[in-house]
């Protein structure tokens, strides 16, 4: 019973650490938006969800082959972070920071409003959850 409820809520649980990887990443952007050099990352969050929901096990281990007794074998870390991208700046910049304020903000904000929307979600599904198994 138990394995049926986490492996339901699986999917919400890849998106939550997703959006919590994303605001972290935005945060530092936003952090060294003066430090010369700097390039702003961010990853594309709709790739990252489906390549996490593409694990197979409830693990959350990546399907892997090794072709060689020296190779490591796959475990829970390996591949989770997501495929980091470089954004392109859209104003250069002198001292080659390409982090754009407006940019952030507005990708920090959208992201915070869909990491609490995620929440209210999943706290909605677990009260329906529980008010089915409670008896009258």
Same mark, same amino acid.
């Given at each position: 019973?138990?394995?049926?409820? @986490? +492996? =339901?809520? *699986?999917?919400?649980?890849?998106? %939550?650490?997703?959006?919590?990887?994303?605001?972290?990443? $935005?945060? #530092?952007?936003?952090?060294?938006?003066?430090?010369?050099?700097?390039?702003?990352?961010?990853?594309?969050?709709?790739?990252?969800?489906?390549? @996490? +929901? =593409?694990? *197979?096990?409830?693990?959350?281990? %990546?399907?892997?082959?090794?072709?060689?007794?020296?190779? $490591?074998? #796959?475990?829970?870390?390996?591949?989770?972070?997501?495929?980091?991208?470089?954004?392109?700046?859209?104003?250069?910049?002198?001292?080659?920071?390409?982090?754009?304020? *407006?940019?952030?903000?507005?990708?920090?904000?959208?992201?915070?409003?869909?990491?609490?929307?995620?929440?209210?979600?999943?706290?909605?599904?677990?009260?329906?959850?529980?008010?089915?198994?409670?008896?009258?």
């Amino acid at each position: 019973m138990l394995d049926k409820l @986490a +492996s =339901a809520l *699986d999917f919400d649980r890849q998106a %939550l650490g997703l959006r919590f990887e994303r605001q972290k990443v $935005l945060a #530092g952007n936003i952090a060294n938006a003066d430090t010369p050099d700097f390039k702003a990352r961010d990853f594309d969050f709709s790739k990252a969800l489906a390549q @996490a +929901s =593409a694990r *197979d096990g409830s693990q959350g281990q %990546l399907a892997m082959t090794t072709t060689s007794t020296g190779h $490591l074998q #796959g475990g829970e870390s390996v591949g989770t972070a997501p495929r980091m991208l470089y954004r392109v700046p859209d104003q250069p910049s002198l001292d080659g920071n390409t982090v754009n304020m *407006d940019v952030e903000r507005a990708a920090f904000a959208d992201n915070t409003v869909r990491y609490e929307t995620s929440l209210s979600l999943i706290n909605t599904r677990l009260r329906n959850l529980k008010a089915a198994m409670q008896s009258e």
